[in-house]
T-cell receptor, first 110, second 113 residues
Framework: DVKVTQSSRYLVKRTGEKVFLECVQD?????MFWYRQDPGLGLRLIYF???????EKGDIPEGYSVSREKKERFSLILESASTNQTSMYLC?????????FGPGTRLTVL | LAKTTQPISMDSYEGQEVNITCSHN???????ITWYQQFPSQGPRFIIQ???TKVTNEVASLFIPADRKSSTLSLPRVSLSDTAVYYC??????????????FGAGTRLAVHP
């Protein structure tokens, strides 16, 4: 089975802090993604990466950056967390069979 | 990317068959149709994927008519644990575009005893 893991299930940070969300997949997938999910807005794509050191902006990249130094790991970085970044963050990796999601990180920014 | 339209919510009872239909009128030739299931506080889980006609696996069936402008996810004999949000997505199977999946609001299925 494909396994996508995320570093934390729950995280509480303060406004202005730098936040790192880590995602690891064990299936040697080339493509990895970061989404955020908010009530009434569904899942929105923040960034995705189709290879090591490659990245592309999704629909809502503002306030975020990403890092893909190794194929299995894709990190989402909030340079200076703000309260409007309180959300559920979902990482995924993909193969031709579909996208496989991690359990999510519920981030609260106070 | 093809946009999809699904009912916002559906209700059913245990043991019944549930059919959720998704419209995707501007589906492209190289687009595939994929369905996901999501429980609260969890990531979406892949259910089934198809291109045309019918696809069946151990949990669901997917019916796609010849014009491919809609698709129907069929869940046989639902149980309470099938209460979840179901998403229909349409995207190219290959190329970088495949990865830019757009999740709509989904269909919230409630299964009652």
């Amino acid at each position: 089975d494909v396994k996508v893991t995320q570093s934390s299930r729950y995280l509480v940070k303060r406004t202005g802090e730098k936040v790192f969300l880590e995602c690891v997949q064990d299936m040697d997938h080339e493509n990895m993604f970061w989404y955020r999910q908010d009530p009434g807005l569904g899942l929105r794509l923040i960034y995705f990466s189709y290879d090591v050191k490659m990245k592309e902006k999704g629909d809502i990249p503002e306030g975020y950056s990403v890092s893909r130094e190794k194929k299995e790991r894709f990190s989402l970085i909030l340079e200076s967390a703000s309260t409007n970044q309180t959300s559920m963050y979902l990482c995924a990796s993909s193969s031709p069979e579909g996208q496989f999601f991690g359990p999510g990180t519920r981030l609260t920014v106070l | 990317l093809a946009k999809t339209t699904q009912p916002i919510s559906m209700d059913s009872y245990e043991g019944q068959e549930v059919n959720i239909t998704c419209s995707h009128n501007n589906i492209a030739t190289n687009d595939y149709i994929t369905w996901y299931q999501q429980f609260p506080s969890q990531g979406p889980r892949f259910i089934i994927q198809g291109y045309k006609t019918k696809v069946t696996n151990e949990v669901a069936s997917l019916f796609i008519p010849a014009d491919r402008k809609s698709s129907t996810l069929s869940l046989p004999r639902v149980s309470l644990s099938d209460t979840a949000v179901y998403y229909c997505l349409v995207a190219p199977f290959f190329s970088g575009g495949y990865n830019k999946l757009i999740f709509g609001a989904g269909t919230r299925l409630a299964v009652h005893p």
